[in-house]
């Protein structure tokens, strides 16, 4: 009796510690994290044709600010705001009453001494016939050729007052300095203008007119073939606001002749007809420049990124069917898919499905695999 008791407690603890050896297992199995499924995609290289884009601003190729050459009133405005202008019309008269009279005085003073210097003339000519009979002073001869030529000084130095007095009475007449638009005037008859400092309008060129944007130093190079590649109707260049594309394209104009060495960027001005006049100078615009349609590049699905504190990453297969999460550097969107400048080569395999699971070092399962983005197109 005793015996079987034994046994049916030995079977008793063998069976307890068979279980508690189960349960424990049973718990590291429950412990480790599921595969996570995901859709995988193979990274493929593919000829993509798009514009890389730059903020621009529409300048006017020639521009001035007219400002008062003299100081006065404002007695004339001979054309009206915005109008087309030619060089040499008449845009403002500042009143001459004062400037008219200043050089009507240099005018008599200069007769005056015209009339001082023929005295003075005679008077040599007569002291030097003397001179040749003895029959008057060296001395006097000597004076009488002083006074001639200081007479001739001062006739030249009234002759220089009359043309600055001059100058005065054409610069209270303003006139256009080319052709171009001008703009809204900045005074009205009757103002009081200084010379020098007041404004009164603004005249530019717009046909054709420029765009101004700035590139990195490491396109220059590119930009620079791009210059000296000039083709009729190239549609390298192009302008778009918001999402209205301006009909006409452009030219490089000229690169800007040094890199800003606090920013690496240098500027580019590019050149478009604009006939219509729908371009003002300072709008805002965005530039389109077509990429080299030759180049191979790497796309995939936006949806595949995920960005951490400013910097994008995507999941790679790697062994055993765990993922890798990589820095990469993205470029241009293209529809729902973006290029990788650099980051991802082809023929990897990236999440598409799922990455908001993932981390570093996740096991994954896989779902049927979609098509590569390869054949993107904007």
């Known amino acids: 009796m005793l015996f079987k008791r034994m046994n ?209 130093q490491k396109e220059l190079y590119r930009f620079t073939q791009l210059q000296q590649q000039k083709k009729a109707n190239d549609s390298t260049f192009s302008i778009a606001f918001g999402n209205d594309a301006y009909p006409k394209f452009g030219s490089i104009s000229v690169i800007d002749r040094a890199v800003d060495p606090q920013t690496g960027t240098i500027k580019v001005r590019l050149s478009f007809p604009n006939e219509k006049h729908l371009l003002k100078a300072g709008m805002s615009t965005t530039v389109g420049v077509l990429n080299a349609g030759g180049t191979e590049s790497v796309i995939i699905p936006y949806k595949a990124v995920t960005e951490q504190l400013g910097e994008f990453f995507v999941y790679v297969l790697g062994d055993s069917s765990k993922v890798t999460q990589r820095k990469v550097q993205l470029s241009r969107p293209i529809g729902t898919n973006i290029i990788v400048k650099e980051g991802l080569k082809a023929n990897e395999q990236i999440a598409v499905e799922g990455v908001q699971n993932l981390r570093e070092g996740a096991v994954v399962t896989t779902q049927s695999p979609q098509p590569s983005a390869g054949g993107a197109k904007k």
Do not use: M, W
Request: aromatic fraction near 6%.
């Open 8 to 216: 049916v407690y030995l079977a008793s603890a063998v069976l307890i510690v068979l279980s508690a050896c189960g349960s424990k297992q049973q718990q590291q199995q429950q412990g480790l994290p599921p595969a996570i499924p995901v859709t995988l995609q193979t990274v493929q290289a593919t000829t993509a044709v798009y514009h890389d884009e730059y903020p621009g601003t529409v300048v006017a190729l020639n521009q001035t600010d007219i400002r008062a050459q003299v100081t006065g009133y404002i007695t004339g405005i001979y054309f009206k705001d915005g109008d087309k202008v030619k060089k040499g019309q008449k845009l403002y008269s500042i009143d001459q009453q004062l400037y008219n009279a200043n050089y009507q005085q240099a005018i008599a003073s200069l007769q005056v001494q015209e009339t001082n210097l023929l005295k003075a003339q005679k008077d040599a000519d007569r002291y030097h016939e003397l001179d040749k009979n003895d029959a008057i002073a060296k001395q006097q001869v000597d004076y009488a050729d002083a006074a001639l030529e200081s007479a001739k000084k001062q006739v030249d130095a009234a002759k220089a007052n009359v043309n600055a007095v001059r100058s005065n009475v054409s610069f209270s007449t303003i006139v256009a300095p080319f052709n171009g638009t001008i703009g809204i005037s900045q005074v009205r008859s009757g103002t009081s203008v200084v010379a020098g400092q007041t404004i009164l309008n603004t005249i530019s060129t717009d046909n054709p007119i420029a765009v101004d944007f700035t590139i990195d």
